[in-house]
């Protein structure tokens, strides 16, 4: 595990414990020196650590905002667990099930009807049919894992607006994808 930090107006405004191969990027955060905490400056290049006397103190909404911010890249990041990244991608995998329904529709349907089912026929499976099935049945299993994916993105966004202390709303945006 690794701590990242969330800057704002040169301060950090939350800290993160992340896996050791998670790029703090995808959460809208970078590394900082061991022992930085929220209240820390970063001019880009110095670490500085905040003095007794005056401690700056970001607002809750902007703590919140960074928080919802890392929520949302973290949904994502676990998403990209799932499936490949890119709208294109998304297109191709929308188009692949309408072929795939519509192959199971009527199986006298050719490659011009459903050219992708096709080019996946000794990949996906043996037969336009199995990859009809393989790609109905993974989209079926997708759908599941995104609800649950959303679920606790959406009830983490507001538990963060409840939060009423800086440590609340980090707590809330601390969610195990994986559970």
Same mark, same amino acid.
């Given at each position: 595990?690794? *701590?990242?930090?969330?800057?704002?107006?040169?301060?950090?405004?939350?800290?993160?414990?992340?896996?050791?191969?998670?790029?703090?990027?995808?959460?809208? /955060?970078m590394l900082g020196p061991d022992g930085v905490g929220i209240g820390w400056s970063f001019n880009g290049t110095d670490w500085i650590a905040p003095a007794n006397t005056?401690?700056?103190?970001?607002?809750? !909404?902007?703590? #919140?905002?960074? @928080?919802? /911010?890392s929520?949302?890249?973290?949904? !994502?990041?676990? #998403? $990209?667990t799932y499936i490949t990244g890119g709208s294109g991608q998304a297109m191709a995998y929308q188009q692949k099930l309408e072929e795939a329904k519509a192959?199971?529709?009527?199986?006298? $349907?050719?490659?011009? !009807?459903?050219?992708?089912?096709?080019? &996946?026929?000794?990949?996906?499976? !043996?037969? /336009? &049919? @199995?990859?009809? *099935?393989?790609?109905?049945?993974?989209?079926?299993?997708? *759908?599941?894992k995104s609800a649950e994916i959303e679920r606790k993105r959406l009830a983490a966004k507001v538990a963060i607006d409840v939060g009423e202390t800086a440590e609340a709303i980090s707590a809330a945006a601390e969610i195990d994808w994986g559970a």
């Amino acid at each position: 595990m690794k *701590q990242a930090c969330v800057i704002d107006a040169g301060v950090v405004v939350n800290t993160l414990m992340l896996d050791d191969d998670a790029d703090p990027a995808d959460f809208g /955060a970078m590394l900082g020196p061991d022992g930085v905490g929220i209240g820390w400056s970063f001019n880009g290049t110095d670490w500085i650590a905040p003095a007794n006397t005056v401690v700056p103190v970001p607002s809750l !909404e902007n703590i #919140r905002s960074a @928080a919802k /911010a890392s929520v949302d890249a973290g949904a !994502e990041a676990y #998403r $990209l667990t799932y499936i490949t990244g890119g709208s294109g991608q998304a297109m191709a995998y929308q188009q692949k099930l309408e072929e795939a329904k519509a192959y199971l529709a009527d199986l006298s $349907l050719t490659t011009i !009807e459903c050219p992708h089912v096709f080019a &996946e026929i000794g990949i996906t499976g !043996e037969t /336009a &049919e @199995a990859v009809a *099935q393989v790609v109905v049945g993974m989209h079926a299993a997708w *759908q599941v894992k995104s609800a649950e994916i959303e679920r606790k993105r959406l009830a983490a966004k507001v538990a963060i607006d409840v939060g009423e202390t800086a440590e609340a709303i980090s707590a809330a945006a601390e969610i195990d994808w994986g559970a």
